[in-house]
């Protein structure tokens, strides 16, 4: 999987993430799927920044801004005021960049 269409397409298509998946890829797809809590748990004890931008992202989403703000910083990435799934299109891109 190289591009964020073909991301998208087997976010669709498969119930369950396949767990060769980094942490931060398993936590996008399950925040897409509506699973919220399980993205979290994905991401919470994770020590890289991927998974940190991530963890950001997703105390955004839930409106918590000053723990958002501290895994930004955390992540190395600035704070985002773009819409969420602009957001969550912009890691999902960058992640998959990095993999190859």
């Not at 897409?32 to 940190?52: E, L, P």
């Amino acid at each position: 999987m190289r591009t964020l269409d073909e991301f998208t397409q087997l976010i669709e298509s498969q119930d369950t993430c396949p767990p060769d998946m980094p942490a931060a890829m398993r936590s996008l797809w399950y925040d897409k799927k509506g699973q919220w809590d399980r993205a979290h748990d994905i991401v919470q004890n994770a020590s890289d920044a991927d998974s940190a931008w991530v963890h950001a992202y997703l105390h955004r989403k839930e409106g918590d801004y000053s723990n958002a703000r501290y895994w930004y910083r955390r992540s190395g990435q600035p704070a985002v005021t773009d819409s969420l799934p602009h957001e969550w299109e912009q890691i999902a891109r960058n992640l998959l960049l990095k993999q190859g």
